[in-house]
T-cell receptor
Framework: DTAVSQTPKYLVTQMGNDKSIKCEQNLGHDTMYWYKQDSKKFLKIMFSYNNKELIINETVPNRFSPKSPDKAHLNLHINSLELGDSAVYFC??????????????FGEGSRLTVL | AQKITQTQPGMFVQEKEAVTLDCTYDTSDQSYGLFWYKQPSSGEMIFLIYQGSYDEQNATEGRYSLNFQKARKSANLVISASQLGDSAMYFCAMREVNDYKLSFGAGTTVTVRA
């Protein structure tokens, strides 16, 4: 039973299209994240939700919009895709108590290729 | 400012030998967690080991140990008895007590030679 699952695993699409990536976790965690891993493998936080509330919103173009319908789900919608959006997008989850410094559990990643 | 620094972009190690991956961090918090993750060529992020800032003992998990030197702000990963399956990218990360996210270093690629 996968703890953090993302779909789809691969997306290939044309510039200008809109796409969504879905994420679900069954760990009972309060906090979920989206990370972007670029072509140089650098991992950068994009967004985080804690109990459906947006708590981290890094400098990301407005074309990216996260949505958390409940604390077990976090989706990422990307409008007007650009070549530079090609990357691997990781969803992750964690316990969310104040003062907690434990690990994040990652999904398998969704590789987005924009042509 | 970069919170996590990994200065070794790539390393080669002979099978069955030990390898040390360097990581230094920057924080003014007293409470934080340090992590190492492994990313094989298949792409998933695998959690390896955790060290809390108040832990007095160095963390160990099987063949992985974390050499924690708090005064030097260093959290090096030691992989003992390397195996071919250890070939991967390794990321050091930190989570500060007042922050929900993990901040990652740039990663070190390890290649194990037979």
């Amino acid at each position: 039973d996968t703890a953090v699952s993302q779909t789809p695993k691969y997306l290939v699409t044309q510039m200008g299209n809109d796409k969504s990536i879905k994420c679900e976790q069954n760990l009972g965690h309060d906090t979920m994240y989206w990370y972007k891993q670029d072509s140089k493998k650098f991992l950068k936080i994009m967004f985080s939700y804690n109990n459906k509330e947006l708590i981290i919103n890094e400098t990301v173009p407005n074309r990216f919009s996260p949505k958390s319908p409940d604390k077990a789900h976090l989706n990422l919608h990307i409008n007007s895709l650009e070549l530079g959006d090609s990357a691997v997008y990781f969803c992750a989850s964690s316990k969310g108590e104040v003062g907690y410094t434990g690990e994040l559990f990652f999904g398998e990643g969704s590789r987005l290729t924009v042509l | 400012a970069q919170k996590i620094t990994q200065t070794q972009p790539g390393m080669f190690v002979q099978e069955k030998e030990a390898v040390t991956l360097d990581c230094t961090y920057d924080t003014s918090d007293q409470s934080y967690g340090l992590f190492w993750y492994k990313q094989p060529s298949s792409g998933e992020m695998i959690f390896l080991i955790y060290q809390g800032s108040y832990d007095e003992q160095n963390a160990t998990e099987g063949r992985y140990s974390l050499n924690f030197q708090k005064a030097r702000k260093s959290a090096n990963l030691v992989i003992s008895a390397s195996q071919l399956g250890d070939s991967a990218m390794y990321f050091c990360a930190m989570r500060e007590v007042n922050d929900y996210k993990l901040s990652f270093g740039a990663g070190t690629t390890v290649t194990v030679r037979a």
